[in-house]
């Protein structure tokens, strides 16, 4: 019997062959542990003996949850991270330098074909390069920093194939929106997704990073996009699945005619095409998280905003996904078209999207956001309402104080 994506990389980091449903003891490519699930995996480590790490050169911890510390407690939890880092030798990302699964992919510590685990729910991201990665908790996470093994149950496998051409205004986050929709939030518990068809084959590595990065809304495991024609700065073997691969399910979908796509609060899943929204008002708008705060998601918005103005009344607040892509906006004029609509850029992380800080919405507000999830409470107010989208449409939503479709911003911004 042929293999999926995943069946061949775990047997590659097992040492034998192994189908779905099988126990596999793998070797470990690289880990990371956040703000919100490093200090648990540090004191677990050492509450299992832990005074070095198998290999720091795999191991690293990044700042970008509560960033900067909006508090004593937050303070002195980054401070352990600081000096864990000092004593053992691991990486670790400082203050503003971006959010994990941004720097993970950027600063090259997960490739194609790698097993890679982290202490975060949307680790899955790093599929987009055709890596198994997967989220796990801080007590697993502590184990692997001491040993550089895991084991896992092979997941079963949901084939995703997407036809056609995206028509403007319509962009990946609107295929993931789609397909979670579709799925339901736990369509693909405990197993993983590949996607491929001709869509994808044109897709950057950023749009295939939002595609991966939300799996974790469908509760599977992992994502696998086809990297055979993966855009690529570095030489590598594409992990393709056999043409006789035994899958849970696959999906077919053409995406021609796709129409931009709302996830209505307070679930993911409720998903609908944007007329359905039309209208809605809003009084915050964000762009940023590690789904959509990668340079081309500015790029995006400041389509939309250019030579404009937010509406009155509403706030844009931006987080780049790390300071290497904000240098870029800054080089390339995009941060400046955005201040001058008035967008406000935040430190690069994950504050507004997981409510800790930096953008917390008022009671009653409503508020659109390129971030991945909307549950009630998601972005620290319970009585706050929140609406998924892509950051062209919370762009034309900013500019006009309520969601609109975005081709028609988008036509008017070309117009004479």
């Known amino acids: 019997m042929g293999q999926t994506i995943a069946e061949k990389i775990i047997s590659r980091h097992a040492g034998a062959t192994v189908q779905a449903g099988d126990i596999a003891v793998v070797d470990v490519d690289g880990t990371m542990a956040t703000d919100a699930t490093a200090p648990f995996a ?8 832990g005074t070095g790490l198998w290999d720091p050169e795999r191991v690293s911890l990044v700042l970008d949850h509560a960033t900067p510390a909006p ?10 991270m600081r000096e864990f880092a000092s004593e053992t030798g691991c990486t670790l990302y400082d203050v503003g330098e971006g959010i994990c699964h941004q720097l993970m992919v950027e600063k090259g510590h997960v490739r194609p074909g790698d097993i890679f685990l982290g202490a975060d729910s949307h680790t899955p991201t790093y599929g987009a390069l055709g890596a198994f990665a997967v ?26 194939e997407l036809t056609g051409e995206l028509q403007p205004g319509v962009e990946p986050k609107d295929i993931i929106l789609f397909l979670v929709g579709k799925l339901g939030i736990a369509g693909a518990t405990y197993e993983a997704i590949e996607f491929a068809g001709e869509a994808v084959d044109t897709l950057s590595l950023a749009g295939r990073m939002t595609l991966a990065n ?5 509760g599977a495991k992992a994502a696998l996009v086809d990297t055979r024609t993966l855009p690529s700065s570095y030489p590598f073997t594409p992990t393709a699945a056999d043409e006789d691969a035994a899958y849970r399910a696959v999906h077919t979908f053409e995406i021609s005619g796709l129409r931009p796509q709302i996830s209505l609060p307070h679930a993911p899943d409720k998903v609908v095409a944007i007329d359905s929204a039309l209208g809605t008002e809003v009084q915050s708008a964000f762009i940023g998280s590690c789904t959509n705060g990668r340079l081309e998601d500015l790029h995006a918005a400041a389509a939309v905003l250019q030579d404009r103005h937010v509406a009155p009344g509403v706030r844009l607040t931006i987080a780049p996904a790390s300071r290497q892509v904000f240098n870029a906006a800054v080089r390339d004029g995009t941060v400046a078209i955005l201040s001058a609509a008035g967008a406000s850029f935040i430190t690069s992380g994950c504050g507004p999207c997981v409510g800790t800080h930096q953008g917390v919405p008022g009671d009653g507000e409503v508020v659109i956001s390129s971030s991945n999830r909307n549950f009630r409470g998601r972005m620290g107010n319970p009585r706050a309402s929140i609406y998924l989208a892509s950051p062209t449409v919370v762009a034309a939503a900013a500019l006009t104080g309520k969601i609109v479709d975005p081709a028609e911003v988008l036509a008017e911004q070309g117009s004479p």
């Open 135 to 160: 989220g796990v908790g801080s007590t697993d996470m502590a184990a692997v920093m001491l040993t550089g093994k895991t084991w896992l149950k092979v997941p079963q496998t949901v084939r995703i």
């Open 214 to 218: 939300m799996v974790a809304e469908m």
């Open 71 to 80: 508090n004593e407690r937050v303070g002195n939890l980054h401070r352990l």
């Open 42 to 49: 540090i004191r677990a480590f050492r509450e299992m003996g």
